[in-house]
């Protein structure tokens, strides 16, 4: 089985600029996750889909971050315009769970994409 | 407050002996889910174990078990016989729900352990 895909590996951009995040899910999982990993901290989730409809994106900055998912399948996010903070490692990730299931499942993390903002 | 708390922000373990991560979980669910996950240096996110909050018995997983104390609301990750590989951070995970009496639920993650082994 394929795992997540996660694209670019690596990216470095001045402040103010745009960049964008794609991640391709593995086949099958109805959930899809971007989470925001600052140096030395746990994850932070940014947003959640459950096929292409967002369950939750309370911790988005809506001012500057989106997030879509066409199709239930791949899903890129963007952010526009840059800031310093958010230099971090972009994981997505994706799992079977599906809300309202009695089965749980982990979640399979992509790479990761590093962001650097200077 | 949904929250996942991880007190031991760096261990060092001697090779071959058994470690406890310490994990602390606050949430107001009656069901719910736990997750530890490794973070090796070279960033990927593997998963190690799980427990329901209805499962009974504690979960075990190769060297990987979880010490699930439900009252206490604790949920350490036990590695036995610890090797070098096992030099990574360390993440306790909890499935919470959004909303009260909402079946949408998110994945909250602790800051970390970072578990260095001596050789």
Redesign the interface.
């Known amino acids: 089985e394929a795992g997540v895909a996660q694209s670019p590996r690596y990216k470095i951009i001045e402040k103010r600029q745009s960049v964008a995040f794609w991640c391709n899910p593995i086949s099958g999982h109805a959930t899809l996750y971007w989470y925001q990993q600052i140096l030395g901290q746990g994850p932070k989730l940014l947003i959640q889909f459950q096929n292409n409809g967002v369950v939750d994106d309370s911790q988005l900055p809506k001012d500057r971050f989106s997030a879509e998912r066409l199709k239930g399948v791949d899903s890129t996010l963007k952010i526009q315009p840059a800031k310093l903070e958010d230099s971090a490692v972009y994981l997505c990730a994706s799992s079977l769970f599906r809300t309202g299931s009695k089965e749980d499942s982990p979640l399979h993390f992509g790479n990761g994409t590093r962001l650097t903002v200077t | 407050a949904q929250k996942?708390t991880?007190t031991q922000p760096g261990m060092f373990v001697q090779e071959k002996e058994a470690v406890t991560l310490d994990c602390t979980y606050d949430t107001s669910d009656q069901s719910y889910?736990l997750?530890w996950y490794k973070q090796p240096s070279s960033?990927?996110?593997i998963?190690l174990i799980?427990q329901?909050s209805y499962d009974e018995q504690n979960a075990t997983e190769g060297r990987y078990s979880l010490n699930f104390q439900k009252a206490r609301k604790s949920a350490n990750l036990v590695i036995s016989a610890s090797q070098l590989g096992d030099s990574a951070m360390y993440?306790c995970?909890m499935?919470a729900t959004?909303l009260p009496y909402s079946?949408?639920?998110?994945?909250?993650?602790?800051?970390?352990t970072r578990l260095s082994i001596r050789p």
């Open positions: 996942i991880q889910g997750f960033g990927e996110m998963f799980y329901g993440f995970a499935r959004l079946s949408a639920s998110k994945i909250i993650f602790g800051s970390g």
